[in-house]
């Protein structure tokens, strides 16, 4: 696709971004992240079949987009200069994404995670030097293809990753390429192991020998020894190698943080809030936006003079982390999200002193009413 596209971040009610919308000159289409949930991923299809709909419908690539950006859980749309950027974009691994693979495993204490102790404890270098059978003709004539003879003790290791939850449908498994073995006996960080056991156990099923290659170059070994060092303790694990980059307009630095919004009125409670990473600036439209929103819209329900005010602190405390970044450098992208003005020049802010100002006048009347 050649040429400047436009797209929009679409993010579930979770707050997790789903993928990204994005139209050209002649078409539209969807980017689903890679390294995104099951959920998100069907999030994805339905999204993208209702743009095609409304494609069928005559709208053109940019009104599909510009309808699309009103919905729920649409970003802003930005230009980029073609679509290999928002490709880019869509492969950002996320802290939430790491955190969604680690709650795969099962819990501390389970007998699986001895039992993978005792699997890798056990192999030789016989079970790692895996020979091949088959690849003759037989004496009927049919040719036999290869296949890999894996040793008992091969077996029950493999198991052990699928016991201790390290062999998951949450990592969609894509890539025709095995994860890399760190260098020099590095670890690996927690949840790029339970990738890479993923893609080795999971993609045996599309082509043999995967498993005996990542048992032969060390990497399953690796993997192994990464989740047990996590095993035996959490916080020395390495982090991701990643760089943290806004899921918005891909610049960095960016940090963690989710802004949410509220609104309440009688029974109608309604929730939003999107996920970081954010660069200073998209996160600084960000809180604008939701705290103005917040502020006008978060009262007027019986449980909102809780929930306004716990929204409104949550934002502070996110922001917070934003002020101690410098302003994004050159990311993927010329453009940003656009912080807008401060939230004392947003008129709809004001609204929030109409509770405050009944409630002084409501302990006022009760002071002075009282004699
Ligand atoms: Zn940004």
Request: a positive charge.
């Amino acid at each position: 696709m050649p040429g400047p596209v436009h797209y929009l971040a679409v993010t579930a009610p979770d707050g997790e971004v789903v993928g990204y919308a994005w139209a050209a000159a002649a078409q539209i289409g969807f980017i689903d992240r890679v390294a995104g949930s099951s959920s998100a991923h069907q999030a994805g299809i339905e999204w993208f079949s209702r743009m095609q709909d409304s494609r069928r419908r005559g709208l053109t690539p940019s009104g599909v987009l510009a309808l699309y950006s009103r919905e729920p859980g649409a970003g802003p749309v930005f230009e980029a200069p073609g679509l290999e950027t928002v490709k880019e974009l869509a492969r950002v691994v996320t802290p939430a994404d790491d955190r969604r693979l680690l709650d795969q495993l099962v819990p501390r204490g389970h007998p699986a995670w001895r039992e993978l102790a005792e699997a890798f404890d056990a192999l030789t270098d016989e079970d790692r030097d895996v020979r091949w059978s088959g690849g003759r003709k037989r004496a009927d004539g049919v040719h036999q293809a290869p296949f890999p003879l894996h040793s008992r003790p091969l077996e029950r290791a493999v198991d052990a990753l699928s016991g201790v939850g390290a062999v998951t449908a949450e990592h969609r498994w894509t890539d025709d390429r095995l994860p890399e073995v760190p260098a020099g006996g590095r670890l690996m960080n927690p949840a790029d192991a339970v990738r890479a056991a993923t893609a080795v156990v999971r993609g045996e099923r599309f082509g043999e020998g995967r498993i005996a290659r990542a048992v032969r170059n060390g990497l399953l070994d690796a993997v192994a020894d990464s989740l047990r060092a996590w095993y035996a303790d959490p916080d020395a694990a390495p982090s991701p190698s990643t760089p943290t980059v806004c899921r918005y307009c891909g610049g960095s630095p960016a940090v963690d943080a989710a802004f949410r919004a509220h609104l309440g009125l009688l029974l109608f409670l309604r929730f939003r809030r999107m996920d970081g990473p954010v660069c200073r600036t998209c996160g600084m439209g960000l809180y604008r936006g939701f705290t103005t929103y917040t502020l006008c819209w978060g009262w007027w329900s019986p449980l909102s003079p809780v929930l306004g005010p716990l929204t409104l602190v949550r934002n502070l405390l996110a922001v917070r982390q934003l002020k101690r970044l410098p302003d994004p450098g050159p990311g993927m992208l010329e453009e940003r999200f656009d912080p807008g003005t401060p939230i004392y020049r947003r008129p709809p802010a004001y609204v929030a002193l109409v509770p405050l100002v009944s409630v002084l006048c409501l302990i006022g009347a009760a002071v002075y009413g009282g004699g």
